[in-house]
Each structure stands twice: as structure tokens, then as C-alpha cells.
């Protein structure tokens, strides 16, 4: 009986894990392309992915910022242009004055969205 119990466990638990490393290292390879102001490779992966940026956005922290004031801390501005172009207007507006620190070239984008 406790063989039973025991092995959907270990399988349910295993899942788990694997999941949860598979999404870290998903997030680790945006903030790299992000980082490293490489849209083609960005766009790229998220399509073999099958994931959008607006519905990776809300959740996705690199370095502890969202992946517009990662871009623009890091000088990406052409991955800051691309995630501009993605996000609803709304999300963009409210990044604004965060954007104001960081890039000036980023915070026209954004105002022109």
C-alpha cells in the first residue's frame, strides 16, 4: 500500500521540479538576449517557445526589473524599441517615468506609442 502512494508522488514531485527549472531557465535566456541587445535572437526564441511578451511581461524579472527598464538599463535599445512595440499602450504609459531615468531615446518611443 505505501508503494502505492509513493511512486505517484515521487512522479508528481519530479514533474514539479522539472517545470520549475525549465521556466528559470526560459527566463534566464530572455534576460540574456535582452542584456545583450540581440532582438533577432529574442524574437526567435520566443517563437520556438510559443510565447508572447505580453504575456510574459507582468511576470518575467530580470535583475529585479520588468524587461523594459532592463532594456533600457542596459542600453538595449533596440530590444527596448521591439518590447515597446509589443506591450499594450497602457503598460507602456505607465513605464514612463521609470523609462525617464535610464534612456532618453526609449522614453520618446514609448511617448510616441
Do not use: W
Amino acid at each position: 500500500m505505501k508503494k502505492l502512494l509513493i511512486l505517484p508522488l515521487l512522479i508528481t514531485t519530479s514533474l514539479m521540479t522539472a517545470t520549475s527549472a525549465y521556466a528559470d531557465n526560459l527566463s534566464l535566456r530572455i534576460c540574456e538576449y535582452v542584456q545583450a541587445n540581440d532582438k533577432s535572437r529574442l524574437r526567435s526564441f520566443l517563437k520556438q517557445n510559443n510565447l508572447k511578451i505580453r504575456n510574459i511581461y507582468d511576470e518575467l524579472r530580470c535583475n529585479g526589473d520588468n524587461l523594459l527598464i532592463f532594456s533600457a538599463k542596459s542600453n538595449a535599445l533596440e530590444v527596448g524599441e521591439y518590447i515597446i512595440g509589443k506591450l499594450p499602450a497602457d503598460k507602456v504609459k505607465a513605464e514612463i517615468d521609470n523609462l525617464s531615468q535610464y534612456s532618453a531615446h526609449l522614453t520618446e518611443e514609448a511617448k510616441a506609442r
